[in-house]
């Protein structure tokens, strides 16, 4: 992996990082994956554990959040910088938070194609397919 793919994960905080997290969901999911405005940002957000990746110049590059309930989602990656462990990382920082704060058991909701992704991370399937913004899903629990 070159220098020009150095990145690093941080807890974020919904206010103060409120820009750039929504930067990077509004690309993925927004404008990439078609989620209505109104079901991308909910009631949790004010609420939840935010993590951020950011690119060697501070960008911000990617998202994932963690609720008090256990749910991880908004785990969203730009486009270049998928493929590259930036995803592994905010996710296996999401599994130490919840370690360290006894958040758990923990769970989410998978779209189909990244099943594998969560899978790689210890994560298996529950239940049938459901449809959450018109994307197929299917639920997914850490043993
Ligand atoms: C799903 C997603 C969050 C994963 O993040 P990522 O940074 O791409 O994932 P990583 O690079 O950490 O790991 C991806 C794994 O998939 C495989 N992979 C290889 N090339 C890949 C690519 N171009 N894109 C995604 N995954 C790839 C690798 O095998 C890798 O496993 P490894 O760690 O054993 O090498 C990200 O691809 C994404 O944002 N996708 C679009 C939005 C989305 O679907 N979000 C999930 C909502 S449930």
Not at 10 to 30: C, N, P, Q, S, Y
Not at 40 to 65: S, V
Request: hydrophobic content about 40%.
């Amino acid at each position: 992996m070159g220098v020009g793919y150095t990145f690093s994960v941080r807890l974020a905080d919904w206010e103060g990082d409120r820009k750039a997290l929504e930067f990077v969901r509004r690309k993925v999911f927004i404008e990439e994956q078609s989620v209505p405005e109104a079901l991308e940002w909910d009631d949790q957000d004010p609420l939840a554990l935010h993590l951020l990746a950011l690119d060697a110049d501070g960008n911000p590059i990617a998202t994932g959040r963690l609720t008090s309930g256990g749910q991880i989602g908004r785990m969203g990656v730009l486009p270049k910088w998928r493929g590259r462990g930036v995803g592994g990382g905010i996710l296996r920082r999401i599994l130490q938070l919840a370690n360290e704060r006894g958040i758990g058991p923990l769970f989410l909701h998978a779209q189909l194609t990244a099943i594998p992704f969560y899978e790689k991370h210890g994560f298996c399937v529950q239940g049938e397919e459901f449809s959450d913004a018109g994307i197929p899903h299917r639920k997914m629990w850490l043993e």
